[in-house]
């Protein structure tokens, strides 16, 4: 029970960097519109 519980938590984690990797690119990209230099 514990180890199904981390692979769910990690499974978790793991999706949710993928997503940060994912919209990283975009943040930055509205960032810089917003906010030029």
């Not at 692979?7 to 917003?34: C, D, E, Q, V």
Request: charged residues 15%.
């Amino acid at each position: 029970m514990k180890g199904k519980g981390n692979r769910k938590t990690s499974l978790w984690i793991g999706s949710l960097i993928i997503l940060l990797i994912i919209s990283a690119p975009y943040l930055l990209y509205f960032h810089k519109n917003i906010n030029p230099e």
